[in-house]
């Protein structure tokens, strides 16, 4: 791993402290999340206090510092989508996976990630599993997925 984000270092070795978002975006894509080792080789690289990383890392949601599952989960919170049931959906998947916000799966297979509007209003309540949309859930539908997901 440690190759790989030296890679990408070298990449932006001509840049400063302005490219510390792209740098952190492009070895999150690479190495599939943000850990220590990454926070303080970034840190050396652009000679920026490790503690202003990590908080930079943290406020954004879109950072994450443990890997995404084979499934990454993303149950949309947003208003329209509470009121059809979200909330069940996020409940359901929290109780059954025995994950919460952001965590993921012991076996890798499953991550989950609660998303304040993913845009499909009128099709509420939504998830999206790798990027494929699944909407107007019910708790049937729900189950059948994430059993047939299981059982592959």
């Known amino acids: ?8 270092l070298e990449i932006y070795s001509h840049t400063g402290r302005d490219s510390l978002i792209p740098i952190l975006q492009e070895i999150q894509e690479q190495v599939g999340c943000l850990n220590e080792e990454v926070v303080v080789l970034v840190g ?5 206090p490790t503690s202003k ?7 954004y949601n879109q950072f994450r510092f443990e890997k995404k599952g084979k499934y990454h989960l993303q149950a949309c919170n947003g208003t329209s989508c509470r009121m059809n049931g979200s909330k069940w959906i996020i409940d359901y998947i929290e109780k059954n996976l025995k994950i919460k916000n952001g965590q993921t799966t012991r076996n890798g297979m499953f991550s989950l990630e609660v998303l304040t509007c993913m845009g499909a209003c009128n099709l ?5 599993i790798n990027g494929e949309y699944y909407t107007e859930l019910t708790p049937t539908k729900l189950k059948s997925i994430l ?3 299981i059982t592959e």
Do not use: Q, R
């Open 1 to 8: 791993m440690k190759e790989k984000i030296e890679s990408i």
């Open 44 to 48: 050396k690289h652009l000679n920026i």
């Open 53 to 59: 990383i990590y908080g930079l890392a943290t406020f």
């Open 124 to 128: 509420g309540p939504v998830l999206s």
């Open 147 to 149: 059993d047939e997901l």
